[in-house]
């Protein structure tokens, strides 16, 4: 049982350039969510997911595009990366019965130049 | 709309000595509450919660908090900490269970021998 993962775990990005980070769960989780960790900050909520084929904006959507086709996958895609989006990502899941209980991957360190 | 404060950043302790880590929530309404822990390089993961029923809540490795609706707060406590108990550590808030999940900004627990 893998959990939640995600791809890739370091990306070096030039301005301006784009990309997709991959997360996948095996778990059958109906909610999945997307969460930024900036030092200082905590995590904040980019765009979360309640099933497929249903997203929603969290706190700080500008820049991300998600998208949600099956149970088990959410890419998070950054269309015109930008050094403010230097950050570490993490996609979480959570079933749908228990409140607040999320289920995190391992982290996607983004650097962008 | 729900807020969590957690006033320390960083909260240095001895092995074996006491630790408690504050967290406040602002909400006019009924609230979960939950503390995350955070191991170096690693995602987040769920140490205990607040749902309802017996304010004191325990963590399978000794940790407990108590959720104090008077005083809005939700501090974790642990009488004899170890050096694996070194992690940063997030307090967090929702009022429906999932999407609203809010973050405070951490605190980081080091423990020396």
């Known amino acids: 049982n893998a959990g939640v993962t995600q791809t890739p775990k370091f990306q070096v990005l030039k301005t301006g350039q784009s990309m997709t980070l991959q997360c996948a769960q095996d778990?059958?989780?109906?909610?999945m969510s997307w969460y930024r960790q900036d030092p200082g900050m905590g995590l904040r909520l980019i765009h979360y997911?309640?099933?497929?084929?249903?997203?929603d904006q969290g706190e700080v959507p500008n820049g991300y595009n998600v998208s949600r086709s099956t149970t088990e996958d959410f890419p998070l895609r950054l269309l015109s990366a930008a050094p403010s989006q230097t950050s570490v990502y993490f996609c979480?899941?959570?079933?749908?019965?228990?409140?607040?209980?999320?289920?995190f991957g391992e982290g996607s360190r983004l650097t962008v130049l | 709309a729900q807020s969590v404060t957690q006033l320390d950043s960083q909260v240095p302790v001895f092995e074996e000595a006491p630790v408690e880590l504050r967290c406040n929530y602002s909400?006019?309404?009924?609230?979960?509450l939950f503390w995350y822990v955070q191991y170096p390089n690693q995602g987040l993961q769920l140490l205990l919660k607040?749902?309802?029923?017996?304010?004191l809540v325990e963590s399978i490795n000794g940790f407990e908090a108590e959720f104090n609706k008077s005083q809005t707060s939700f501090h974790l406590r642990k009488p004899s900490v170890h050096i694996s108990d070194t992690a940063e550590y997030f307090c967090?808030?929702?009022?429906?269970?999932?999407?609203?999940?809010?973050f405070g900004t951490g605190t980081r627990l080091l423990v020396s021998p």
């Open positions: 979480a899941s959570q079933r749908d019965r228990e409140p607040g209980e999320l289920f």
């Open positions: 778990m059958n989780h109906e909610y």
């Open positions: 997911s309640v099933g497929a084929g249903i997203t």
């Open positions: 909400s006019s309404v009924s609230v979960y």
């Open positions: 607040y749902l309802s029923g017996s304010t």
């Open positions: 967090a808030v929702t009022l429906t269970g999932f999407q609203k999940l809010v």
